[in-house]
């Protein structure tokens, strides 16, 4: 099993930035792919950005240019840096690995706020 403990969250004016931090432990060997996704009241889940175990990332449109993901070293943990939030980046966002052959391990969760 692995475990995805997510740090960062919290409420900020739009304008203004924050990090999000996400560690794996357990049987993280194999783990590939890591990254965000997100969800708002009354919408589906949505991929935010994702990294590689090779450090390629990939962004959704809505947030290229504000957003950056990056891994560290060690590989098994995630950041990501929202910069120039806007109200509709307001959301529950959840940290995410892949490993293969196994199902997608998801974080608890780590709301952000935007206030306009």
């Known amino acids: 099993q692995v475990q995805l403990v997510e740090s960062g969250g919290g409420l900020v004016q739009a304008g203004g930035s924050l990090r999000l931090s996400c560690a794996a432990s357990?049987?993280?060997?194999?783990?590939?792919?890591m990254g965000w996704y997100r969800q708002a009241p009354g919408k589906e889940r949505e991929l935010v950005a994702t990294?590689?175990?090779?450090?390629?990332?990939n962004y959704a449109d809505s947030v290229k240019g504000r957003f950056t993901i990056s891994r560290d070293s060690a590989k098994y943990a995630v950041n990501l840096q929202m910069n120039s939030l806007k109200p509709e980046d307001t959301a529950v966002y959840y940290c995410?690995?892949?490993?293969?052959?196994?199902?997608?391990?998801w974080g608890q969760g780590t709301q952000v706020t935007v206030s306009s």
């Open positions: 990294i590689t175990y090779g450090g390629l990332p």
């Open positions: 995410n690995a892949k490993k293969w052959r196994s199902p997608d391990y």
């Open positions: 357990g049987t993280i060997l194999g783990l590939n792919d």
